[in-house]
């Protein structure tokens, strides 16, 4: 089924360069089988390399997964402390096959809110990926779109106040490289699953013009199919970025 999907999106030659999930619904997936929600987030880590093999066979460049907002630290504490931890087992499990497949990893958010555990695990983990060529994977950990927006204008503030920028010159590409995602083209397609119809604080600067993809599919299910068969129905669309079809 996923060979047969990868011959059409192929066939189709109009690939995004950039996709990014908002992967929701573990919680979900857990509690329809009765399961601890913590359980949910351990079946999601399959997804994740279902989602990074399948952008490495669609010749997806860059991947950006949401994978814990500054708003999950108001989850009850055993469940943030899981979400640490499960990102560390990431790291340690997975850090030789990305090495291996040639995948860079990148963390994006605000690192001074993390323990000195992860954020060991996270250096370890870009230093190791850093010199992957074939799919740039940048995971936002502690993120928040607002606040991301918010240091690049203090950023810009300061710079200003030095007198090192002119506010004449301050325009659009001012702020995007003061972005976490300065490195990035902005995303094409945008996934979210489990049916939420929300952007949650995400790249809310980045994802003016991202076409937007939501499936029912709870996260813990999500299989490289699935991210087939939208990037297929991204092909589908016209894409006009305010203008009209020529
Ligand atoms: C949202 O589901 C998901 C999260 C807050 C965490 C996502 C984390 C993973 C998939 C773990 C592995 C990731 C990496 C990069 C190691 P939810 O808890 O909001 O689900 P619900 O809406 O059904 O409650």
């Known amino acids: 089924m996923s060979n047969e999907l990868l011959v059409r999106l192929k066939a189709c030659g109009d690939f995004p360069r950039h996709v990014a999930i908002i ?23 399959k997804s ?23 708003e999950n630290w108001a989850r009850p504490a055993t469940e943030v402390s899981a979400l640490m931890n499960l990102l560390d ?20 958010g605000d690192r001074n809110s993390l323990n000195s555990r992860t954020l060991t695990a996270i250096e370890r983990v870009e230093q190791d990926t850093e010199g992957g060529t074939r799919l740039q994977l940048a995971l936002c950990i ?28 301050i325009d659009e590409q001012s702020i995007a490289e003061r972005l976490y995602t300065a490195a990035f083209p902005d995303p094409d397609l945008l996934i979210r699953t489990s049916g939420e119809q929300r952007i949650s604080n995400f790249l ?29 129905d991204f092909q589908s669309r016209e894409r006009r970025f305010g203008r009209v079809t020529a």
Request: charged share 25%.
């Open 142 to 169: 502690a993120y928040s779109a607002r606040e991301e927006l918010t240091c690049a204008a203090r950023r810009i503030a300061r710079e200003v106040e030095a007198g090192t920028l002119d506010p004449q010159n």
């Open 89 to 108: 087992e990431y790291i340690s499990k997975e850090t030789a096959n990305l090495r291996e497949s040639s995948v860079r990893v990148t963390v994006l």
């Open 23 to 45: 992967m929701d619904g573990n919680g979900r997936w857990a509690r329809s089988r009765l399961l601890p929600r913590t359980l949910g987030h351990h079946a999601g880590m």
């Open 48 to 70: 994740v390399r279902e989602a990074v093999e399948g952008c490495i066979e669609a010749g997806v460049e860059v991947l950006t997964l949401f994978a814990f907002s500054q």
């Open 204 to 232: 809310l600067w980045q994802l003016a013009y991202t076409e937007l993809y939501v499936t029912p599919v709870l996260w813990p299910d999500f299989s490289r199919t699935h991210l087939f068969e939208a990037i297929l």
